[in-house]
């Protein structure tokens, strides 16, 4: 193992599957330099040099002309991977992601649409307040394409390379505090499942479901609850469409209290399904009422802090009787 950028992790996923594939290519808006660094978020670092400017294609300032290309692209046998700087204008593109990629699809008696369409999101940037748009709960809606979100370095590049060699349509959600942060990685190649939940972290008196940065929130929130005496099992969704339903509820049904967690706000956010699966299929496990735990209801993203996870805890744990 050595420790990476989140950056770097995504950026070495691209290389290896645009040596591996010559049908992959990116494009998008800046990928070739932008400020002195390659990309708006930096991971297409080397891609120009090596791949030349056919498959590191620079786009116009046009969202609805990347995603309509790559979907043309991906039907015609290519596997673009399409950068979309923030993921606030994907709701500019949605049509031709739902419309021409994911239900194209399904409405072509499943053609192949091997498409991945990259965004940035989540944090609170000074510079740009309404940039960090969570908007994963308006694409889960969309029969046919996955929604995956990871939360570190090592998940974010098995993820991205399993994502480009998917014959469907992918969204993949990079968190913007996930680029900076240091991650262990290993130099050898590997991938991980697309739809496959894991336990982050193993416990038996409560079990919080979460996606993105996140997570690691709530990892230091288990750490430090550890040391109260309250054990906390983190399931990481890492795919939030489809949903691996399965792995939620043999946690959920082990510790009979559950928590989830994510940054979007409240009102509409995936949450609401995500408890809602968990009410109806393991209610009578349930030793306390499921707590959702996310951003604010404001119009400018504010993510919930470990202090946050730490008093939805404790309350969970009051109300399930536990002394």
């Not at 590191?56 to 995603?67: D, G, L």
């Not at 993921?87 to 949605?94: D, I, K, M, P, V």
Request: glycine residues 10%; contains cysteine.
């Amino acid at each position: 193992m050595r420790k990476i950028k989140g950056t770097a992790a995504i950026n070495e996923a691209l290389i290896e599957e645009m040596r591996r594939d010559k049908r992959v290519y990116c494009l998008g808006e800046d990928i070739g330099l932008y400020h002195g660094k390659t990309g708006a978020s930096g991971t297409s670092a080397g891609m120009l040099d090596e791949f030349g400017e056919e498959r590191v294609v620079e786009t116009p300032i046009a969202e609805t002309a990347i995603i309509g290309t790559a979907v043309g692209a991906a039907m015609f046998g290519m596997r673009p991977v399409a950068e979309i700087m923030h993921s606030e204008f994907l709701a500019t593109c949605a049509e031709h992601l739902v419309y021409g990629g994911a239900k194209g699809s399904l409405n072509s008696h499943g053609l192949p649409v091997p498409m991945v369409v990259r965004a940035r999101f989540g944090g609170v940037n000074p510079n740009m307040p309404i940039q960090n748009e969570n908007c994963e709960a308006m694409f889960c809606n969309t029969p046919g394409l996955k929604v995956v979100i990871p939360s570190n370095g090592y998940d974010a590049k098995g993820l991205l390379k399993s994502s480009i060699r998917d014959n469907y349509p992918v969204l993949f959600l990079e968190h913007n505090a996930m680029y900076s942060n240091l991650w262990e990685v290993p130099e050898e190649e590997y991938t991980l499942p697309l739809g496959k939940a894991e336990v982050k972290r193993e416990g038996s008196d409560i079990t919080i479901v979460a996606y993105g940065f996140v997570v690691n929130r709530a990892l230091e929130a288990a750490e430090k609850l550890a040391g109260e005496g309250i054990s906390v099992e983190v399931v990481d969704l890492r795919t939030i469409a489809p949903l691996d339903i399965e792995t939620v509820l043999t946690s959920v049904k082990k510790t009979g209290r559950a928590i989830v967690l994510h940054e979007a706000r409240k009102t509409g956010g995936y949450g609401g399904e995500i408890a809602a699966v968990i009410a109806e299929n393991a209610f009578e496990e349930l030793k306390a009422p499921i707590i959702r735990v996310t951003g604010a209801d404001l119009p400018v993203n504010y993510p919930p802090t470990t202090d946050d996870i730490l008093i939805a805890v404790n309350k969970a744990m009051k109300a399930g009787g536990y002394v």
